[in-house]
């Protein structure tokens, strides 16, 4: 099981290299979520749909992590039912960046200051990350069981 979760963590983190290391033409700006620095959309409003601000969170955390817009569709926004300041989003290559840009899911949680990716990658995500990854080195939170259940997902073990 220690070791199930490691090579979770593992992949996790080599999908979020993999997407930064093939998306990635142009030099990283200061702030990326490889710092630990989490990237944040603005809080929404009234008058901003949570799919919208989901949208701008995404986008944000994207390009803090050089990844340009015009390489990938975000598919499927779905806030969750149990805990409505947490959703779930898919993203996809475009039609021209499938040699280049791997798909995956991850998370995003409405907080003081906004919306903003707590995890993304193609399996497990949103599970406790297992020493030695060091985690610092992504921007990750474990999301709430009964959230990840709403959602049909679960964590190893």
Known sequence: MHGRARRTATLVIAALVGALTLGACSSSPSTSPGTGTSTTAP???????????????????????????????????????????WAQFSIGPTSTDQATFQGGYGFVHLDASGWRVTGIGTADVGCPLTPPTNASAVTYVMVPPAVLSGFGKSCPG
């Open 43 to 85: 809080a929404s409003t009234s008058t901003t749909s949570p799919k919208a601000a989901i949208t701008a969170a995404i986008v944000t955390y994207s390009t803090a992590a050089g990844i340009e817009q015009g390489n990938y569709e975000i598919t499927d926004i779905d806030v969750s039912s149990v805990d409505p300041t």
